[in-house]
């Protein structure tokens, strides 16, 4: 086998075990020499794959990123209505971050201010670029025609940004669930029941 082929394969297994600890605890608890000790390397081994903690977590985001781009991207591609390719893109969103809860976990810890220094540039870069990837495909389903009539005097840039902003505030507030005052408790799949139902509203069930 190549050298580079077993380094990729090194570098999978030790996303594995990074992704398998922060699955048990808290970001700030895994350390680098844990996961160098479950990955069966050296420290100094570890950092030559990834120089940070930071570094190694951002990469596992991006990787999740990529998928979630393709999922929508397979969406707003079908022959469908653009109404309907628009309610079932956020769908594929909310679904996405219901099914994949460390992908939410993961985004909490890039938008630590304090670690951004720790990242290469190229690696923020390519997380800039698949963000934006995902905004466009809300962006084509907003600037539809059959769509675009519902959302006049609205820029669809700014609601691309609240598709992606009410997502990630769903989850960052409620933490899982909302104590609401009458005593009943709202889920973040509630809540984004909620958020579509006024999207299917605005745009028509087409």
Wanted: avoid cysteine; charged fraction near 25%.
């Amino acid at each position: 086998m190549s050298r580079e082929y077993n380094k990729r394969v090194m570098k999978i297994r030790i996303e594995q075990v990074a992704l398998a600890l922060l699955k048990e605890k808290s970001y700030s608890l895994v350390s680098m020499d844990e996961i160098a000790k479950h990955s069966n390397i050296t420290k100094r081994t570890l950092y030559q794959y990834f120089p940070s903690k930071s570094t190694l977590f951002v990469s596992l985001f991006e990787n999740y990123l990529k998928r979630l781009h393709a999922e929508i991207a397979k969406v707003m591609n079908e022959d469908s209505p653009s109404g309907s390719k628009l309610n079932a893109a956020i769908r594929t969103l909310f679904a996405f971050s219901n099914e994949t809860p460390v992908y939410m976990r993961l985004f909490r810890i890039v938008d630590i201010t304090e670690v951004r220094d720790e990242i290469p540039v190229e690696l923020l870069e390519r997380i800039r670029l698949w963000n934006q990837g995902i905004r466009d495909q809300f962006l084509k389903g907003l600037q539809a025609e059959e769509v675009s009539r519902f959302t006049a005097g609205y820029s669809p840039e700014l609601l691309a940004h609240l598709i992606e902003a009410v997502n990630r505030g769903i989850f960052f507030q409620t933490f899982g669930e909302l104590q609401m005052p009458n005593t009943s408790k709202v889920t973040p799949k509630d809540l984004q029941e909620m958020f579509l139902n006024l999207i299917e509203l605005a745009i028509g069930r087409q």
